[in-house]
């Protein structure tokens, strides 16, 4: 019994340092990167992680703030383009995603790093003592300089967004998507169901009585004089 309580103990401790492991930062970026947004949905570790950090008043300031640089959409604009986000989503069809959701549901140890942060008076103290953060005194008096609005006003002349709005005529991002749609890694598990070598056998049902091709025998060492 007490060898269950010890390995249950272990087991929550070393998920909720998972959960803890990145920080507002990490996770403002990740939510505002369309190739990567869903990614917390597909592992039940990094969802608690992605709720924890989201608990924390610092992570709504930074994509406040985010939400402020005309660089943010373009960024934003340029992985929707991207292929990533392709693969991103098609991890949805990956059976393996599912089986880790049905195992978190079974698992005590995933609803109690759940509820940690609810638990955690830390986080809340945090919300109470959000206005006098420096940060949040930072994105109110944003407003009031002049440099936001010249970079909204200079935006569009942007090398990054020109750019942009250059991509769909290059014939390099439509291989990219093609490429990355007829990649059977791609879809995970269902990927095998794309790859010609899964149906070497059945394409040639003589293969299994035709015997592989002998190797070559080594040449033989000169004899001693």
């Given at each position: ?52 950090n989201l608990m924390d008043p610092a992570t709504a300031m930074i994509m406040m703030q985010r939400g ?158």
């Amino acid at each position: 019994m007490k060898m269950t309580t010890l390995a249950s103990a272990v087991a929550l401790a070393a998920l909720t340092q998972t959960a803890f492991a990145a920080g507002p930062e990490d996770t403002a970026a990740q939510l505002l990167d369309p190739a990567k947004a869903v990614q917390p949905m597909q592992d039940p570790k990094a969802a608690v992680q992605t709720m924890t950090n989201l608990m924390d008043p610092a992570t709504a300031m930074i994509m406040m703030q985010r939400g402020m640089d005309p660089a943010t959409y373009t960024r934003m604009a340029q992985s929707g383009m991207s292929p990533d986000i392709l693969k991103s989503y098609a991890a949805f069809l990956d059976p393996a995603m599912y089986a880790k959701w049905m195992s978190a549901g079974m698992d005590p140890n995933f609803y109690m790093a759940a509820m940690a942060p609810f638990m955690n008076p830390n986080m809340y103290m945090k919300w109470m003592m959000a206005p006098m953060d420096p940060r949040a005194w930072q994105m109110m008096m944003a407003p009031m300089n002049p440099n936001m609005y010249m970079n909204w006003a200079m935006a569009p002349m942007s090398p990054a967004n020109m750019n942009l709005m250059m991509a769909p005529l290059n014939p390099n991002l439509y291989g990219q998507w093609a490429g990355a749609a007829a990649n059977p890694a791609t879809y995970g598990a269902w990927g095998q169901f794309m790859n010609p070598a899964a149906y070497g056998n059945m394409a040639n049902p003589f293969a299994a009585f035709i015997p592989a091709p002998a190797a070559p025998a080594a040449p033989a060492a000169p004899a001693a004089k």
